[in-house]
């Protein structure tokens, strides 16, 4: 299995995609963060005032980013979504 990643999202760093997906999605919104590995991204957008739902399948990667986000789920394919709380 492939590390998660671990790295940090510098909103300085104006040539980088992280960043242009940060400052794109502005603040106080509500976010699913796709493939949030670690939750780095998710992090920022949370010090943004964003409400953020992160998905991911690595379940190492997962477990971390649940220190961040307000809610994480895992594999999408596998779930029952008609019985997801709201």
Do not use: H
Request: hydrophobic content about 35%.
């Amino acid at each position: 299995m492939v590390k998660p990643c671990e790295t940090e999202v510098d909103l300085s760093e104006q040539n980088n995609a992280r960043t242009k997906q940060v400052l794109m999605t502005g603040t106080d919104k509500r976010v699913i963060d796709f493939g949030c590995s670690t939750g780095y991204v998710s992090k920022v957008l949370k010090q943004r005032g964003c409400y953020v739902v992160g998905i991911e399948v690595d379940p190492e990667a997962a477990e971390k980013a649940g220190e961040v986000c307000d809610r994480v789920v895992g594999d999408i394919d596998e779930m029952d979504l008609a019985n997801q709380p709201g």
